[in-house]
């Protein structure tokens, strides 16, 4: 059983920071990607960045030069830093990843349970 486990949301004032996590856990052969998407109230979910094995982070132009997504790979665990953040930025975030578990090696898309971020004064 893989999961995904978001943590590190919270409330920050516009032009502060958060960092976020996200733990892949279970029976992993290889995870392909891993990703980051968000939904504010009355809006599509939508991608702020991902990445995919032995590759570049890619991001949301709204969010590029604010937002860097890294990895540890060797933790299985993603990393989401939100910097100069802004009251628009406020939505519930959600990880992604493409693994293949052990039990049949085909990738298949997990995603985390959210976690929510609300930046206000």
């Known amino acids: 059983q893989v999961q995904l486990v978001e943590s590190g949301g919270g409330l920050v004032q516009p032009g502060g920071s958060l960092r976020l996590s996200c733990a892949a856990s279970?029976?992993?052969?290889?995870?392909?990607?891993m990703g980051w998407y968000r939904q504010a109230p009355g809006k599509q979910r939508e991608l702020v960045a991902n990445?995919?094995?032995?590759?570049?982070?890619n991001y949301a132009d709204s969010v590029k030069g604010r937002f860097t997504l890294s990895k540890d790979n060797a933790k299985n665990t993603m990393y989401l830093q939100m910097n100069s953040l802004k009251p628009e930025d406020t939505a519930v975030y959600y990880c992604?990843?493409?693994?293949?578990?052990?039990?049949?090696?085909?990738?298949?898309?997990?995603w985390g349970q959210g976690t929510q971020v609300t930046v206000s004064s």
């Open positions: 990445i995919y094995s032995g590759g570049s982070p």
């Open positions: 992604t990843a493409m693994i293949a578990p052990y039990s049949d090696y085909r990738a298949h898309d997990y």
């Open positions: 279970g029976s992993i052969f290889s995870i392909n990607s």
